[in-house]
């Protein structure tokens, strides 16, 4: 790791790690102490209960489906509390002793060179009551995400955490902060904010309910500017925000945001480029968006790998929904769809090895991979680096120029402009119609069709200055 770090730093590259402090495995040395003595110091470490009248200590739901609480071995009544799987303890947070030794890791990694921390779901480690709520499911348990993250009280917490580590380095932050209302982001960015921004959750899930796969519902573009344009303006009202579309628990935005099959190709994955990237904010670039990948397709649950997708199947069948049903909801869905390796030739196993990964490869990467777009100037890719050049030539504006909505008299198209030293306005039409729009005057800059005159093609995505 130390000859990473510095042979990175020699090419101008920083690294940010994964801060997964909300809980750990249950492997680790501290989970194997706590489950062996129960009078470890390691038993403050998690959080543990007896269970109520021969049940669990509550109903709570876990995120990845059952109960957030498991047995544990050898002893008659007693509980491990994990919000996600079984395999993943929560740590305690209310345990002095256990801050320290975070905050000491903390700073380690700091010390050692590396440029900052993405922070996994930091906004759980803070509970409320363990209180049995109405079931809302055919498993007779109930969603609790209002008593699992964003809980009062979790300030103390940042606080802490930006004071004794963040704050003594030269460093970058980003939260994984999912479903935090815009009323209390100033606890997570900003000037009284832990970190340097955030990514905002509140657009990513528009095409389901719930957070759930199989409760889908039919979203419109009208819905999602609502959505992208409510975000913007009330970080910047406070912080900075991490626009994206993809990451490694999503799908993949052409197959995700795109509803008309016949354009999620390469003219729909420009199109949701144009729109995301230039948003305020630091965009951030999943492994794969660059080049348009799609979800793959899976013919039977077995060939999932993803923990979440096992269970969203399941719930599914409990819920009534067949087998064929079923596994549509997790084909569109499922984290595999964004945890497939990386497609960087057409070769056996698309040149990520030599020998058969743990996953299925996606179907299309025989046609979608780095090779065949590399040295195309029409390709993804070559359309990502003009939009990183278009960014740096006119940082004022598009990095640092506030947001703004266009109103171009159509419910289709989302549009917005960004004002800095200059004005720079983005076009998007996420239909399959021909969209007539308010006549703006300028200089286009960046087109994913070859001309733009009164209206935008299905699809098109223009970036004018004005």
């Given at each position: 790791?130390?000859?990473?770090?510095?042979?990175?730093?020699?090419?101008?590259?920083?690294?940010?790690?994964?801060?997964?402090?909300?809980?750990?495995?249950?492997?680790?040395?501290?989970?194997?102490?706590?489950?062996?003595?129960?009078?470890?110091?390691?038993?403050?470490?998690?959080?543990?209960?007896?269970?109520?009248?021969?049940?669990?200590?509550?109903?709570?739901?876990?995120?990845?489906?059952?109960?957030?609480?498991?047995?544990?071995?050898?002893?008659?009544?007693?509980?491990?509390?994990?919000?996600?799987?079984?395999?993943?303890?929560?740590?305690?947070?209310?345990?002095?002793?256990?801050?320290?030794?975070?905050?000491?890791?903390?700073?380690?990694?700091?010390?050692?060179?590396?440029?900052?921390?993405?922070?996994?779901?930091?906004?759980?480690?803070?509970?409320?009551?363990?209180?049995?709520?109405?079931?809302?499911?055919?498993?007779?348990?109930?969603?609790c995400f209002d008593l699992m993250r964003n809980v009062p009280g979790i300030e103390f917490f940042y606080d802490e955490m930006r004071h004794k580590a963040f704050d003594l380095h030269d460093c970058c932050t980003v939260s994984e902060t999912v479903g935090?209302?815009?009323?209390?982001?100033?606890?997570?960015?900003?000037?009284?904010?832990?970190?340097?921004?955030?990514?905002?959750?509140?657009?990513?899930?528009?095409?389901?309910?719930?957070?759930?796969?199989?409760?889908?519902?039919?979203?419109?573009?009208?819905?999602?500017?609502?959505?992208?344009?409510?975000?913007?303006?009330?970080?910047?009202?406070?912080?900075?925000?991490?626009?994206f579309f993809e990451n490694h628990d999503l799908p993949r935005s052409v197959s995700k945001n795109i509803k008309d099959v016949e354009y999620q190709n390469e003219v729909g994955a420009k199109a949701l480029a144009t729109l995301f990237f230039h948003l305020r904010g630091t965009p951030f670039i999943y492994q794969g968006q660059e080049l348009g990948m799609p979800n793959a397709t899976r013919t039977s649950i077995d060939?999932?790998?993803?923990?979440?997708?096992?269970?969203?199947?399941?719930?599914?069948?409990?819920?009534?929904?067949?087998?064929?049903?079923?596994?549509?909801?997790?084909?569109?869905?499922?984290?595999?769809?964004?945890?497939?390796?990386?497609?960087?030739?057409?070769?056996?196993?698309?040149?990520?090895?030599?020998?058969?990964?743990?996953?299925?490869?996606?179907?299309?990467?025989?046609?979608?991979?780095?090779?065949?777009?590399?040295?195309?100037?029409?390709?993804?890719?070559?359309?990502?680096?003009?939009?990183?050049?278009?960014?740096?030539?006119?940082?004022?504006?598009?990095?640092?120029?506030?947001?703004?909505?266009?109103?171009?008299?159509?419910?289709?198209?989302?549009?917005?402009?960004?004002?800095?030293?200059?004005?720079?306005?983005?076009?998007?039409?996420?239909?399959?119609?021909?969209?007539?729009?308010?006549?703006?005057?300028?200089?286009?800059?960046?087109?994913?069709?070859?001309?733009?005159?009164?209206?935008?093609?299905?699809?098109?995505?223009?970036?004018?200055?004005?």
């Open positions: 790791m130390d000859t990473l770090i510095q042979e990175a730093k020699k090419r101008g590259i920083k690294l940010m790690m994964d801060l997964v402090v909300n809980h750990c495995s249950n492997q680790h040395e501290w989970f194997k102490q706590a489950i062996a003595d129960k009078n470890s110091k390691y038993r403050n470490y998690f959080i543990f209960k007896e269970g109520v009248d021969g049940k669990e200590p509550c109903n709570w739901r876990s995120v990845f489906g059952g109960s957030v609480w498991e047995k544990v071995p050898g002893e008659d009544n007693m509980y491990y509390y994990h919000t996600f799987a079984k395999q993943q303890p929560d740590l305690n947070w209310e345990c002095e002793e256990l801050r320290k030794e975070i905050i000491g890791m903390i700073n380690r990694w700091l010390e050692r060179g590396i440029a900052g921390y993405r922070v996994d779901a930091i906004n759980f480690i803070k509970k409320g009551e363990f209180v049995s709520r109405k079931p809302d499911g055919a498993d007779g348990l109930a969603n935090v209302g815009y009323d209390i982001i100033d606890t997570v960015v900003g000037d009284k904010g832990c970190f340097s921004m955030m990514f905002d959750f509140n657009y990513t899930n528009i095409d389901v309910e719930n957070e759930e796969y199989f409760r889908r519902r039919n979203w419109t573009v009208k819905e999602l500017k609502d959505l992208i344009s409510l975000s913007q303006k009330e970080i910047q009202k406070v912080g900075w925000s991490s626009p060939e999932f790998d993803d923990l979440n997708a096992h269970s969203m199947y399941q719930r599914s069948l409990q819920e009534g929904f067949s087998e064929e049903e079923s596994l549509h909801f997790i084909n569109l869905r499922s984290r595999d769809n964004a945890r497939t390796p990386m497609p960087w030739n057409n070769q056996d196993f698309g040149g990520f090895s030599s020998v058969e990964p743990w996953i299925k490869m996606n179907e299309t990467y025989s046609e979608i991979n780095v090779e065949a777009q590399f040295n195309d100037p029409d390709s993804v890719y070559s359309f990502y680096k003009k939009m990183i050049q278009l960014r740096k030539d006119n940082i004022e504006t598009l990095v640092y120029g506030m947001y703004d909505d266009v109103d171009c008299g159509n419910e289709d198209i989302i549009a917005y402009s960004r004002t800095g030293d200059k004005k720079i306005t983005v076009l998007v039409n996420l239909s399959t119609k021909v969209q007539n729009v308010k006549l703006i005057s300028g200089k286009v800059v960046l087109n994913n069709y070859e001309s733009f005159e009164d209206s935008l093609q299905p699809y098109q995505a223009v970036v004018i200055e004005e």
